[in-house]
């Protein structure tokens, strides 16, 4: 019985240079989009933050939260800057859950923050 070897065809240098091409130019028209950041923020998310009531939980990347915004720490609810947040949350509410250390341990960069104040 013969040995049959099965002989699987090499890619050509003429196939390999068109597939550097190609990747090189997409590459070239990917990477200015992919890299630009913008100058001004996207006004359309901010409106959208600003209309959300009083209230709110909302799951936010990083801790450069929103103005009237306030992460779930656990803190006490005392002073005029939690007026709002009382009156749509109720008077007996004495101090925010503390979320964020409770789900702390998955090293996330999400904080859950809620919405104290309107703007």
């Known amino acids: 019985m013969k040995n ?26 990917m ?4 890299t630009t950041k913008k100058s001004e923020p996207d006004r359309t998310s901010i409106q959208v933050i600003d209309a959300t009531p009083v209230g709110v939980i909302v799951a936010w990347y990083g801790d450069n939260y929103p103005s009237g915004w306030e992460p ?21 509410i004495d ?7 409770a789900l702390g341990g998955f090293n996330s960069p999400i904080t859950w923050i809620i919405k104290v104040k309107r703007n």
């Not at 803190?75 to 109720?90: C, I, N, P, W």
């Open 95 to 101: 101090a925010l859950p503390d979320i964020n250390t």
């Open 4 to 29: 049959i070897v099965k002989k699987t065809k090499a890619f050509s240098l003429l196939e390999i240079m068109v597939a550097l091409v190609v990747v090189s130019i997409m590459l070239a028209v």
């Open 31 to 34: 990477t200015p989009v992919m």
């Open 72 to 92: 779930l720490d656990g803190r006490v609810l005392e002073g005029s800057q939690y007026e709002e947040l009382r009156k749509a949350l109720g008077d007996e």
